[in-house]
């Protein structure tokens, strides 16, 4: 009699269980809206360099030039497309889900410096500006880079840009399968010390690595990046302390 329990009814029971929680997580994760948040993609570099100096950051006699050239690879092309590329298909994403998508730029032809880009997401008061990039060097890995805490500079937006950066790195890294680096801070990125909304710059792979050259050069797997970094940007939305009073 338990054997024909066992097989006749606990079986069918626990499939149909199985199978209804499967598909009640999976309306939940559908049906959930972003409507409210902003979020600032800034695809790195640009066409061209831009070398004029600016600041470091508000007051700073430190300079630093507007816009760096950037990396290429051999399959890949160069480093501001690739940003450019997986940028609009995370914009994309997150506009599916609702959110308000800022581009610090859509096309090559642009001459943004690094504290005009903090300034974009500045004054859209983004919940997050996250900042594309791919390293120079052989590596195999990725890694995300944050402000380093610097009074009147950073103090503000630390916590919360901290926060992202683990989230986001963990997420990108895991869905990709690139092997994570963790975190690195930085006091000397305009693009971080002119900002006053959280701010994150992934380092999403290393364009003189082979098989990240390789993975680079293709459109499923610049997708996949998109698709890695939007779990996490979701993430960071999601966490208690930055849910928007929505009416
Ligand atoms: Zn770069």
């Known amino acids: 009699m338990k054997r024909i329990f ?83 298909r995370l914009r994309e994403i997150l506009t599916q889900k609702g959110v308000t998508v800022i581009m610090t730029r859509v096309t090559p032809d642009v001459n943004v410096p690094n504290s005009e880009r903090a300034s974009i997401a500045n004054r859209c008061k983004a919940d ?53 680096k963790g975190l690195i801070p930085r006091s000397d990125l305009s693009g971080f010390n002119w900002s006053d909304v959280p701010v994150i710059l992934p380092e999403m792979l290393h364009m003189q690595n082979p098989e990240d050259d390789q993975k680079a050069s293709a459109p499923e797997f610049r997708q996949k990046m998109a698709e890695g970094l939007a779990i996490g940007v979701f993430e960071y939305l999601k966490t208690a302390s930055h849910q928007k009073n929505k009416s």
């Open 6 to 88: 066992t097989s006749i009814i606990f079986y069918p029971v626990l499939f149909l269980f199985v199978l209804l929680s499967y598909f009640s997580h999976y309306q939940s994760y559908a049906e959930e809206n972003f409507k409210g948040y902003v979020v600032c993609i800034d695809p790195g570099h640009q066409g061209k360099e831009n070398t004029n100096l600016e600041p470091i950051g508000p007051g700073s006699s430190q300079t630093k030039p507007s816009v760096s050239s950037g990396t290429r690879g051999k399959l890949a092309g160069t480093e501001d497309a690739v940003n450019l590329d997986v940028g609009l």
């Open 128 to 180: 997050l500006c996250i900042r594309l990039h791919c390293d120079a060097g052989a590596e195999h890995n990725c890694f995300t880079l944050y402000p380093a805490l610097i009074k009147n500079w950073t103090d503000d937006i630390y916590d919360k840009s901290l926060k992202a950066a683990g989230i986001v790195q963990k997420a990108y890294s895991t869905y990709t399968n690139i092997p994570d």
